[in-house]
DNA sequence: CAGTGGAGGCTTTTT
DNA sequence: GCCTCCACTG
């Protein structure tokens, strides 16, 4: 038996209706993966369930790797047969496994974002749009959202209303063409693909909902229509369907994530029970009231009241700095002094913002210090070109049909077959309606009508056929061959490597890479009894670069973006850039639910803290090469100002500071119930006075800021990050270059120059 | 065909 | 400010 005793009586409630539709309102910090573990759990060791009638399903492999190793600390022996898994994954297997029923390869690869573009921009030549004036990822995006929605296209043009409908309908109607002709699908396909299969073949449904006898959904919030029909059609029979998520967490709604689904599942289940997570056991009391205080400004949303028995913590302290460099100093000092004198390890704390260029004087700044750090999801793994590159040589012998793919390496390395020899090619692909690679055996074995093959001159062909002929020997490869192998062989066959001295300046970095990767195909080939290609793509089609932060390391300070910290927890949290224009961001300014999106998102943002909440704004911050002058974030004017404390000496406005300062915002006042020395402590570490480059105090002064160039008589070049009042003088830190180290001068006395 | 440079663009991105 | 796309030239 499994106790449930260590729940509390709402969670116990959870997981003990175990019959019957089930909605779990959760609060963030609330226990809503420990709601999902222990229902599992307690249906296979106390209801006596088999595991393999019982599915859950997550949004991220993050998400449910988490909850498969959290239930095989509760229970032995039942994770292999239990399904926990992604949407996308498990429909992709339901769709591998029946593919054969619609009229698709088993065959098939997931094709991604990229792959998805260049095929809509073919698509748009060919039916004569212009790009500029309808950007390709537009009428991408109203094909994802149709598709959400199970719209295929039959369903759109039955709702192809106006100009813009008809013409992403003509569009939609090519695409899928290219798809099925190339034997491939996208992400939306997957779901959408899978429900259409559902639907329309009663003895496949029947045997997924005898299987499924209790079906479970994680992040219910995020799902999208399709997610949601298809849950509903697995779970009919049974009608054990148990979904759990926050509706004031739900910042997925620009990818099709849709409200609607929570407001539907209480209608169509009447019968359903609602139970409120509300206790909070992650933030401190003051982080929490704090987030309330944020997201009760929602007018479209459910109330809920989140407490906790946590005590009061500290407070929120609000960090003001002149400009986005002084403020990663600051905050960066602040985190160096976390680690020494509050012994904090670096894994502790994570840094924060709504957008990914916020992250680049964050990494400067820790690279000067010497601290290290994680920056999640940057530039990702699957997306160098080099990896493409690889892959799309992969997917190709997976399937020969995978046009896209087979475009991407036609002359990569270079076999000086050009633009022109590749539009010749698919037009007479298109004419003879084959794929390129059926076109070019067509073409070797001299099958093809000559005036066709005119459109080819002498030395295209020559060029395409030896391609052709590349492309046979790696076909040739024994099916059995281990992935890491073949990666080898490809590499080999086209001189790869060479490729890469010749052309790229980093190609140590790009080989690398590909180092890399052959290691994850091993890997792969060692936990995977059957060595087959097609999982290897599919695995990477819907593994995402988030999965590999390594959470065990203590060595590393996290930057991540306020979406991708949703679901995690940090003891420290710092978010930077509440600015107007930031969080909320711009683009959401004439919209009123894109505005109470953002107010989510700082929601989530603020939730993510379990001791410590640090937020900060700039007066100034250079951003997309402007120096924009910054009002401080409207959500800054909903805390609670008895628990917040601002940590800046420059925040007090002078004579030239006015115009920046937004009038509706007033510093707190100093009768903050925060510890006295938390306060003084801090403002130690960031004694940074205000220096404005428009003013004449002292000439010298002016001369020198902080992001200035300078050059030192004996040390060099070097970069200013750093400038602090000391008594009437100022003490400048500078970043050498050359590995010279960073040092500290006295302005009055360093030989400086300003370059 | 390949390599360069200027113009324009720009949130977030679970799969 | 940086990256991507395309148009032009060798």
Redesign the pocket.
């Known amino acids: 038996m499994i106790p449930l005793d260590s729940l509390n009586i709402k969670q116990r409630e959870a997981v003990e209706t175990t019959k019957g539709p089930v909605l779990v309102n959760a609060g963030p910090g609330s226990g809503k993966t420990r709601v999902i573990t222990y229902r599992i759990a307690n249906l296979v060791t106390n209801c006596s369930i088999n595991p393999y009638n019982i599915v859950a399903l997550t949004?991220?492999?993050?998400a449910s790797r988490e909850m498969s190793s959290r239930i095989s600390n509760l229970t032995t022996d039942l994770r292999n047969s239990l399904t926990i898994s992604?949407f996308?994954?498990f429909c992709s297997r339901i769709l591998r496994y029946n593919a054969t029923s619609i009229n698709l390869d088993s065959n098939f690869s997931i094709i991604d974002d990229s792959d998805r573009l260049s095929i809509i921009k073919n698509v748009m030549t060919e039916l004569k749009i212009d790009?500029k004036i309808t950007p390709p990822r537009v009428i991408l995006s109203a094909i994802s959202n149709a598709k959400s929605l199970l719209l295929n296209t039959d369903g759109f043009k039955a709702n192809a209303s106006d100009n813009f409908k008809s013409m992403v309908y003509e569009c939609y109607q090519l695409y899928e063409k290219q798809l099925h002709l190339s034997q491939v699908v996208d992400?939306d396909d997957l779901l959408l693909k899978v429900f259409f299969m559902l639907k329309s073949n009663n003895s496949i449904l029947k045997t997924y909902q005898n299987r499924f006898e209790h079906l479970m959904i994680d992040?219910f919030q995020?799902t999208n229509i399709a997610q949601y029909e298809i849950a509903k059609l697995l779970s009919n029979q049974h009608r054990n369907i148990c979904v759990v998520g926050d509706p004031d967490q739900s910042i997925?709604s620009?990818?099709n994530?849709d409200i609607r689904n929570i407001l539907d599942f209480k209608k169509y289940y009447s019968d359903a029970k609602i139970i409120s997570l509300s206790e909070n056991y992650r933030s401190s009391q003051t982080i929490l009231t704090a987030a309330q205080s944020i997201i009760s400004s929602n007018k479209n949303r459910i109330h809920k009241d989140l407490w906790t028995q946590n005590s009061k913590g500290h407070p929120v302290c609000l960090t003001e700095t002149f400009n986005e460099r002084e403020e990663a100093t600051t905050i960066l000092n602040e985190v160096q002094r976390l680690v020494s004198e509050e012994k904090m390890k670096l894994s502790d704390i994570a840094i924060m913002y709504?957008?990914?260029?916020l992250s680049r004087v964050l990494e400067e700044v820790c690279i000067q210090n010497g601290i290290p750090y994680i920056l999640v999801?940057s530039i990702k793994f699957y997306q160098r070109q080099e990896i493409k590159d690889l892959l799309a040589y992969l997917k190709l012998i997976a399937n020969p049909k995978d046009d896209t793919s087979l475009i991407r390496i036609i002359?990569t390395p270079?076999r000086?077959?050009?633009?022109?020899?590749i539009s010749d090619l698919s037009s007479i692909a298109n004419v003879l309606n084959l794929t390129i690679f059926d076109t070019l055996k067509q073409i070797v074995e001299e099958k093809i009508p000559p005036e066709l093959q005119k459109r080819l001159n002498r030395g295209?062909l020559e060029k395409i056929k030896g391609f052709y002929k590349l492309l046979k020997q790696l076909l040739d490869i024994p099916e059995n061959t281990a992935i890491s192998e073949i990666i080898t062989r490809i590499i080999e066959k086209t001189q790869y490597e060479e490729y890469l001295k010749h052309?790229f300046d980093h190609f140590e970095e790009r080989l690398e890479n590909i180092t890399e990767f052959k290691n994850i195909a091993w890997d792969f080939s060692k936990n995977n009894e059957e060595n087959s290609l097609i999982l290897f793509l599919e695995r990477i089609s819907?593994?995402?670069?988030?999965?590999n932060i390594d959470e065990t390391s203590s060595e590393y300070l996290t930057l991540i973006?306020l979406?991708?910290a949703?679901g995690l927890e940090y003891p420290i949290v710092f978010i930077i850039g509440m600015e107007e224009g930031m969080i909320p961001?711009i683009?959401?300014m004439d919209s009123d639910a894109e505005m109470e999106e953002e107010r989510r998102l700082c929601y989530v943002g603020f939730t993510r803290a379990k001791q410590k909440l640090y937020l900060s704004r700039t007066f100034r911050r250079?951003y997309?090469?402007g120096y924009e002058r910054n009002i401080p974030s409207r959500f800054l004017n909903d805390l609670p100002k008895e628990l917040t404390f601002v940590a800046s000496e420059i925040s007090e406005p002078t004579e030239y500071e006015d115009d920046w300062v937004n009038q509706e915002y007033q510093s707190p006042p100093s009768k903050y119930s925060s510890p006295k020395n938390t306060k003084t402590r801090f403002n130690q570490s960031s004694k940074s006075i205000r220096y404005d480059i428009n003013k004449d105090v002292n000439p010298k002064e002016n001369k020198i800021s902080i992001g200035d160039h300078i050059t030192h008589a004996t040390f060099g070049k070097g970069l200013v990050t750093h400038v602090r009042k000391l008594g009437n003088d100022y003490e400048i830190t500078i970043a050498f270059t050359d590995n010279k180290g960073i040092k500290k001068f006295l302005l009055s006395m360093a030989p400086i120059t300003k370059d």
Do not use: C, M
Not at 542 to 547: F, G, K, M, P, R
């Open positions: 949004f991220t492999n993050k992604t996308h994954h790009p992400l992040e995020d997925y620009w990818r994530a709504r957008v990914n260029a999801g002359n270079s000086k077959i050009g633009k022109k020899t295209s052309h819907l593994v995402n670069d988030t999965d973006t979406h991708q949703k961001h683009k959401s250079g997309r090469g």
